[in-house]
């Protein structure tokens, strides 16, 4: 029993150092996540069921283009660091936000690519918050 509160507390330490290095937990990162994990399963589905992934020569399941995948995500996750001690350092709030979504839709328009593969029909209105979210990067 004290292993696991030994671990539990290891884990809520690690949670608590990340999301301070972060610059808080935001409703902004929780989409990013969010994004982040929904591309990655629709990508390891895309490989794996379908056989149609641009990842690798087959089109399918290749361990080395997810490990790629997931260095890709490890990458956005330490330019949010980076934006938030920018805004530390020069005195502003809104760097890591805009980060944060411009990632956001880059993870948003490969989950789109990936539904397209499957050959999913989108929705209008998921198209209209994509466009209103490439619009408010460009900003």
């Known amino acids: 029993m004290q292993n696991k509160n030994i671990f539990s507390a290891f884990i809520g330490l690690v949670g ?6 972060l610059g808080g937990w ?17 990508g390891l589905l895309v490989a794996g069921v379908f056989k149609a992934s641009n990842k690798s020569e087959t089109g399918a399941l290749n361990s ?3 490990w790629k995948g997931l260095a890709k995500k490890s990458m956005t996750l ?10 530390l350092m020069i005195g ?3 760097i890591r936000d805009a980060v944060v979504i411009g990632f956001c839709v880059n993870e948003l328009i ?3 690519e990936n539904a397209a593969t499957m050959g999913l029909p989108l929705p209008p209105v998921l198209i209209k918050a994509i466009d209103i979210l490439v619009s408010k990067e460009d900003k």
């Open 16 to 21: 608590a150092a990340i999301t301070t290095l």
């Open 26 to 42: 935001s409703a902004g990162l929780t989409t990013l996540l969010i994004f982040m994990i929904i591309d990655y399963i629709s």
């Open 64 to 66: 080395k283009a997810g």
């Open 78 to 87: 330490f330019f949010v660091l980076i934006a938030y001690r920018l805004d």
């Open 92 to 94: 502003t709030n809104y």
């Open 110 to 112: 490969s989950i789109v």
